[in-house]
């Protein structure tokens, strides 16, 4: 079965450090999502993504975030100067679009430590 | 705007027994009704989902949720449970939109702990 894939599993930054964290949708999947869960809270969305441009983001996704999808099958989260409250689990997510009824499939996270 | 509230944070229960994981919804709109299960040190994966039709809906591994419009809830069941299905469980739902991808506002997550 097809899956999201994201690395690194694990990162470990200095705060004010940036830090890229990579996702590889599924390939014919046309809707891509990032959503974070900081520890014991709930999962909350970031942004989502469609047609090369973001379609819609949350209050969280300020300048300090960017996406992108650089080559056509990864996309991208950039933190440019972390904080120690970016330290959470981020998981990209996609789906196939058409309706907001069709499954987003979620990615195993992305753990970040700012320190 | 929607939100979801899962009332329960933690809920133990012994092998075999039954189980009610309760989720209650508020939205302005009409809404999709998920349920997805994280499994430790797994990412989210879907249980089951409610789109239309028949306010039921069952996963292929036993558990059920019941649509009920009026009480804007979306309670998940499972009449008899195994050591397996400890993991959290998140209700989530998504605004009905057509002709594009939505967006999933979760509740805030109960963990099954299933004991021997």
């Known amino acids: 079965e097809p899956e999201v894939t994201q690395t690194p599993s694990h990162q470990v930054t200095q705060m004010g450090q940036e830090v890229i964290l990579r996702c590889v949708p599924i390939?014919?999947?046309?809707?891509f999502y990032w959503y974070r869960q900081i520890l014991g809270q709930k999962v909350e969305f970031l942004v989502s993504?469609?047609?090369?441009?973001?379609?819609?983001k949350s209050e969280i996704f300020d300048d300090q975030f960017s996406v992108e999808r650089p080559d056509g099958s990864n996309f991208t989260l950039k933190i440019r100067s972390t904080k120690l409250e970016d330290s959470a689990m981020y998981f990209c997510a996609s789906t196939r679009g058409s309706s907001s009824g069709n499954t987003i499939y979620f990615g195993e996270g992305s753990w970040l430590t700012v320190v | 705007a929607q939100s979801v509230t899962q009332l329960d944070s933690q809920v133990p229960v012994f092998e075999e027994a039954p189980v009610e994981l309760r989720c209650n919804y508020s939205s302005s709109v009409s809404v999709y009704l998920f349920w997805y299960v994280q499994y430790p040190n797994q990412g989210l994966q879907l249980l089951l989902k409610y789109l239309s039709g028949s306010t039921l809906v069952e996963s292929i591994n036993g558990f059920e949720a019941e649509f009920n419009k009026s009480q804007t809830s979306f309670h998940l069941r499972k009449p008899s449970v195994h050591i397996s299905d400890t993991a959290e469980y998140f209700c989530a739902v998504s605004e009905m939109i057509y002709n594009q991808g939505g967006k999933l506002i979760f509740g805030q997550g109960t963990e099954l702990s299933v004991k021997p």
């Open positions: 993504f469609y047609n090369n441009e973001i379609s819609e």
């Open positions: 390939s014919n999947h046309l809707y």
